[in-house]
């Protein structure tokens, strides 16, 4: 009777190569990709100096990063807003400083979170000392019969703080765009 030999190196390599092809194919599995197919129809980059998100609970404006829009008035109007923010940040004394951007539409009470939407399970800063760091969205917005407006901003909060905790945004910029999109 013939039997083969399997050196355990080459085992463990075989192994070890079927793992990360099979953990590639998983992280490949779940990632979503979306493209605009449209040029860049409109453009908003706003900078601002220091400001303190306040220590209160729940969600806090950030200044100079509201924007208001119109998609424009035809149902197959569409827009895929693209928002990204970057500056300095220092979060003390908490777990961790989320930020997130929301839309609301005209007319309506409620917003909803741009995507990736993760709520306050987003964490922007947790490291106690300033450094720079930066987030971006998307969100699909639709054109209505007379044209739909929006505002979109970008809000922080503070995660498991108290009265001594600090969430400091400096030197930040955001900048908007949107781009002629079908929705998907």
Known sequence: MYRRFVHPVTLVVFIGAVLVFAAGATVLALSISKSSGGDVEQHFITQTNATLVPTTSGWHDIPNTTFNITVPDSNTSHRLAHITFSGESRCENATRCSMRAVVIMAG??????????????????????????SFSRIAELSGGGEGLKYTIKLQGQIIGGSSTSVFRLDDYLTQLELSNTKIF
């Open 108 to 133: 309506s009470e409620g917003a909803f979170e741009m995507e990736p939407a993760s709520g306050s399970n987003f964490t922007f800063d947790s490291g106690g000392t300033r450094g720079a760091r």
